[in-house]
């Protein structure tokens, strides 16, 4: 989203072709001029404070008070509140789902004062409304006040049509309009879940433009959370054949995550031989030579003083990858009482070291 505010109508800095997000925005353009408060909601670095300071910009007053309050800092000062009383302020309560209700009490009894000065009191949350008063997480004095003054602002993978305008605008800011998006980048880009939202796609335009010397962003250029979900809306767009690629190759980058690279837990998690396993890997260019083949979990060594633990890791030494015939380096370590950690390197067969066979540690040192 741009920080340039249009002087008629702040609302237009708000970049979106979404017609859920327009529909939000006139709701909150017809609520600017008078005080009343609303809940905003929506998951991180959808826009929530962008929105909330530009309802305070088009309430006709934007040099009046705009003050914040977090469930770190919930308390209400006297001069703020004085104030937002005398200039008709705005309040943001951000992150409500992080406030107690007794915190939420305190403040809503700091501002029965306020609410008769004409104060707005715009409440942000990533959990809905109907959550929080389920859950017994909302003053009911705020949940009748904001009743039917609630607007959610949609994640960015729900609405990929505002990719091309808000990267638009991103390149503006940064005077680095000439910039082209190569069509494997855009493709990249629209199947990414963007579980950071448009805060998320702004961080990655940024340090992209800080690799693209040649003036063309391409994928290797992007640095994206590899182990966000795809989007469905993208997915859907595919044929079916890329989509079951797009989302098995997600599923393999939070499996290997999740088991630290080590192939073997791999194969057992995912139900699958580990030859099947690296075919599929190999396949989306996720295998790669120097492979572990064995991360072993720390042992008690015998005889050895309580809480001393002796690793054993197994890396492939052949830089061709995986085979029958190699050799492997071993490297044992044993952390001694007294700190000093004695440490030896072997080569042993592949094979002994595929089986997981246990090799004695080095003695630890006195």
Not at 49 to 66: D, M, N, Q, T, V
Not at 322 to 330: A, G, N
Request: charged letters at 25%.
């Amino acid at each position: 989203m741009s920080t340039s505010i249009h002087p008629l109508d702040p609302f237009d800095a708000f970049i979106t072709r979404d017609a859920v997000v327009l529909q939000s925005l006139a709701r909150l353009r017809s609520w600017s001029k008078s005080p009343v408060g609303l809940l905003l909601t929506g998951e991180a670095g959808v826009g929530k404070s962008f929105a909330a300071r530009l309802l305070h910009l088009a309430s006709g007053s934007p040099s009046s008070s705009f003050v914040t309050r977090s469930a770190a800092e919930p308390d209400l000062p006297a001069s703020l509140r004085a104030t937002l009383e005398q200039d008709a302020g705005t309040l943001v309560l951000d992150g409500l789902e992080h406030w107690s209700l007794e915190s939420q009490a305190a403040l809503v009894h700091q501002l029965v004062s306020c609410t008769g000065a004409s104060v707005r009191i715009i409440g942000m949350s990533r959990i809905s409304m109907a959550r929080l008063y389920r859950e017994d997480r909302l003053h009911p004095l705020l949940a009748r006040q904001w009743a039917n003054r609630v607007v959610e602002i949609p994640p960015l993978r729900a609405r990929l049509d505002d990719l091309a305008p808000l990267i638009e605008g991103m390149l503006r800011r940064a005077r680095r309009e000439a910039v082209q998006l190569h069509a494997t980048t855009w493709r990249a880009l629209a199947t990414h879940g963007w579980p950071g939202n448009v805060r998320e796609l702004r961080r990655t335009i940024d340090a992209a433009l800080t690799q693209a010397v040649d003036g063309v962003i391409e994928p290797r250029h992007l640095v994206l959370d590899r182990l966000a979900p795809p989007s469905l809306e993208a997915l859907g767009e595919l044929p079916f054949m890329a989509m079951r690629k797009a989302v098995d190759a997600w599923y393999l980058r939070r499996l290997l995550h999740e088991t630290n690279d080590n192939l073997s837990e791999a194969a057992r998690r995912s139900a699958c031989s580990r030859k099947v396993l690296r075919e599929r890997l190999r396949r989306h260019g996720l295998y790669r030579a120097g492979w572990t083949a064995i991360a072993e979990p720390a042992v008690a060594l015998p005889g050895a003083e309580e809480g001393l633990r002796r690793s054993l890791l197994v890396a492939v030494a052949s830089p061709q990858g995986v085979s029958e015939s190699v050799s492997v380096s071993v490297s044992v370590a044993c952390p001694s009482a007294s700190g000093v950690v004695a440490a030896e390197e072997r080569v042993v067969p592949w094979p002994s070291a595929r089986l997981g066979r246990r090799l004695e540690p080095p003695r630890a040192a006195a």
